[in-house]
């Protein structure tokens, strides 16, 4: 299947530590590397581990730091062609702080670059996609962009942003995370979901990870799962963690999965993740 993955590439540099340091506290870092991220370019090299043919859709602007990001996708086998080049800004960076002490991560982020717009989209050609997957970042260009969807298509609501229940109507697939749901004063996923399923497209289904306690979903006529969290023996790294999930759940049901065993596949693939450093051959034992 060929799916297009639209949203932020970024480079992440990681700085492993082996506790947390207090504020104004001076430490020497055991370990320190870059790699690519942001959440569409983690969820679309996941997806082509995982037997898709995935590309990407984004702005990347003229630096070293694209250069690097280019060629790191490019070496994922990500089809980079709908990219658009952006001669003003600079490439967005994560400073990611990972403690090794329990594999949290504490992430500041410098982003100088346009967002990919309604008008750099209308300019793919959609024809041979048969998913469309969308960060859920500038919500009056997405509008624009979920409305000319001839397939199917999912939304990642990450984070609360002003008007972005207003998109909640087009897609197929809406994967809400923990943050969300808390942001909207709820404590657990279950009540989150059957909360905003009067909101979303009718037949939609609804997911919500919520770390520890696995994820649930509600399928298009109200039908509850939930899939327990995998939990590997040491936790190394859960930096896009939620984005290997994402790919999972979608890869599942393009693969034709039904949406309890998407949710089991998902959460094993973002528990084999919190296991290891990066993201690279996640599939090697595939669910």
């Known amino acids: 299947m060929n799916v297009l993955v639209v949203g932020v590439a970024t480079l992440d540099i990681i700085n492993l530590v082996d506790a947390y340091p207090a504020e104004d506290e001076k430490i020497r870092v055991s370990g320190q590397w870059r790699q690519i991220g942001g959440n569409a370019a983690?969820?679309?090299?996941?997806?082509?581990?995982?037997?898709?043919?995935?590309?990407?859709?984004?702005?990347?602007?003229?630096d070293d730091e694209a250069t690097l990001i280019r060629r790191s996708l490019q070496n994922a086998k990500v089809n980079c062609s709908h990219a658009v080049v952006e001669a003003s800004g600079v490439s967005p960076v994560s400073y990611i702080t990972l403690n090794r002490m329990n594999g949290s991560r504490t992430i500041l982020h410098h982003r100088d670059l346009r967002e990919f717009t309604a008008e750099d989209f209308a300019g793919i050609d959609l024809k041979p996609f048969s998913w469309v997957h969308f960060e859920g970042r500038q919500v009056d260009e997405?509008?624009?962009?979920?409305?000319?969807?001839?397939?199917?298509?999912?939304?990642?609501?990450?984070?609360?942003?002003?008007?972005?229940?207003?998109?909640?109507?087009?897609?197929?697939?809406?994967?809400?995370?923990?943050?969300?749901?808390?942001?909207?004063?709820?404590?657990?996923?279950?009540?989150?979901?059957?909360?905003?399923?009067?909101?979303?497209r009718e037949g939609a289904v609804l997911v919500c990870a919520w770390g520890e306690q696995g994820a649930w979903a509600i399928d298009g006529k109200g039908g509850l799962y939930h899939a327990p969290a995998y939990i590997p023996g040491e936790v190394v790294d859960t930096v896009g963690a939620g984005d290997?999930?994402?790919?999972?759940?979608?890869?599942?049901?393009?693969?034709?999965?039904?949406?309890?065993?998407?949710?089991?596949?998902?959460?094993?693939?973002?528990g084999r993740k919190c296991g290891q450093q990066g993201i690279d051959n996640l599939s090697a034992n595939r669910p």
């Not at 983690?42 to 003229?62: C, D, E, F, I, P």
């Not at 979608?250 to 959460?267: F, K, M, P, V, Y």
């Open 244 to 270: 290997v999930f994402n790919a999972g759940m979608i890869g599942a049901l393009l693969s034709g999965e039904t949406i309890g065993s998407a949710l089991h596949q998902a959460c094993r693939l973002a």
């Open 142 to 200: 997405l509008q624009q962009m979920l409305r000319q969807l001839p397939v199917c298509c999912s939304l990642e609501v990450e984070k609360p942003r002003e008007g972005i229940e207003t998109l909640f109507r087009l897609p197929q697939l809406l994967l809400f995370s923990k943050d969300y749901a808390q942001g909207c004063g709820y404590d657990n996923a279950e009540q989150f979901l059957y909360h905003v399923k009067p909101q979303c």
């Open 42 to 62: 983690n969820t679309a090299r996941v997806l082509q581990q995982l037997g898709h043919r995935s590309y990407w859709a984004g702005v990347m602007a003229v």
